[in-house]
């Protein structure tokens, strides 16, 4: 009997340092909720959870114990990011659509206990940051089948909003019909114009007629509205729960690797980029002469910066002129960034630095 009350006092005084240790751990982890909350991180991530289950593991020198461990860490992570989501209930994040619309379902992939604040165009989302109206907004920039998002691409580069992420959604399409709809009784199908361009084989197979809407969840809500089985809307499945529509056929876009990527973007608050970050964009125009593009895009390479991507679009008030987005891999705040800045200013007319992001992240 006293060899268990002595062992049950050691476990006492283990758990005694266990629980001085928890409250620091989950300081830091305020800390970094903080920083996710301000900059608009994701609460969740993944790679860096592997990384420290793996480099933990080995303090266990017991192999017979160490799944265990494995399990124990497995849980304190997951305390903290339900800690860290709670920090993030009093952010407003901004959008355009509808409820069940792929942006509403990237918002609460990104943080999913901010409130998200429903906008009726790019244009108004975008605003309620600048007007203090919400924290950050999140937009569609591209999609890897439709294409750039040119009205959004407009908006960044004559605001002053920064991209803090860029986040990657698969998109999967599916057509939905009122409840006593059949596959072949749906004639029409309504839906986002890009959402009708990425199932153009299906509706030409099915010989159906379109009309375009302004977003895939409102015209999944008006087929609802009507209730007419020969109307069916192009939409995501959670649309369909949300409004009550059954799904008549899965997965309907051309391409099944349909992608789209949503940036996050807030009012620059002075903070560096953060470390992770490992590219960088860049909005930028070229003097009015012979071989300046090409020069420009040379200074990067100089410096040993390469594109993941560059992009024109033409400037509103000056005809047959353009301005360029690109995104570059490497770290912003290295000196051989700030070099290659300094030279691209020689060739180039305005330069503006968008933001940093960590590239394929999906959500």
């Known amino acids: 009997m006293e060899r268990i009350e002595e062992l049950r006092k050691n476990i006492d005084e283990i758990d005694k340092k266990m629980a ?44 017979s114990i160490r799944g265990y461990y494995e399990e124990f ?59 203090n109206e919400c924290d950050m907004a999140v937009l569609p920039i591209e999609n890897s089948f439709a294409g750039e998002v040119g009205q959004v691409t407009d908006l960044i580069f004559g605001g002053d909003l920064v991209i803090t992420g860029i986040y990657e959604l698969p998109i999967s399409h599916c057509l939905l019909g009122p409840e006593n709809s059949t596959r072949d009784s749906i004639k029409t199908v309504i839906s986002h114009p890009q959402a009708i361009s990425q199932c153009n084989k299906f509706i030409e197979r099915n010989h159906l007629r379109t009309i375009p809407y302004e977003n895939t969840a409102i015209a999944a809500k008006e087929v609802a509205d009507r209730n007419d089985i020969t109307m069916g809307a192009i939409a995501s499945i959670s649309t369909a729960k949300l409004y009550g529509l059954k799904i008549l056929e899965y997965d309907i876009n051309d ?42 895009i040379s200074v990067m390479g100089e410096h040993g910066f390469s594109m993941r991507v560059i992009r024109s679009r033409p400037l509103k008030k000056k005809n047959w002129q353009y301005f360029f987005y690109a995104e570059v891999e490497g770290k912003i705040s290295s000196k051989s960034a700030e070099a290659m800045i300094a030279d691209l200013k020689k060739e180039c007319e305005f330069i503006k630095i968008i933001g940093t992001f960590n590239p394929g992240v999906k959500l």
Do not use: W
């Open 255 to 296: 391409s099944k690797d349909n992608i789209t990527r949503f940036a996050v973007l807030k009012k620059y608050n002075g903070e560096p980029a953060d470390p992770k970050d490992n590219t960088f964009i860049l909005m930028f125009t070229v003097k009015n002469a012979a071989g300046t593009l090409a020069r420009a």
């Open 73 to 131: 860490i497995t849980d304190i992570m997951h305390i903290s990011k339900v800690y860290q989501q709670k920090q993030m209930g009093d952010i407003r994040i901004s959008y355009s659509g509808i409820e069940g619309s792929f942006a509403s379902i990237a918002c609460s992939k990104i943080m999913p206990m901010a409130q998200r604040i429903s906008y009726g165009s790019f244009a108004d989302a975008y605003d309620a940051v600048v007007k």
């Open 20 to 63: 001085a240790l928890f409250e620091e751990r989950m300081k830091v982890s305020y800390g970094i909720g903080m920083y996710k909350k301000a900059n608009g991180i994701p609460v969740k991530d993944v790679e860096r959870e592997k990384k420290v289950i793996k480099n933990n593991s080995k303090y266990i020198k017991d192999p």
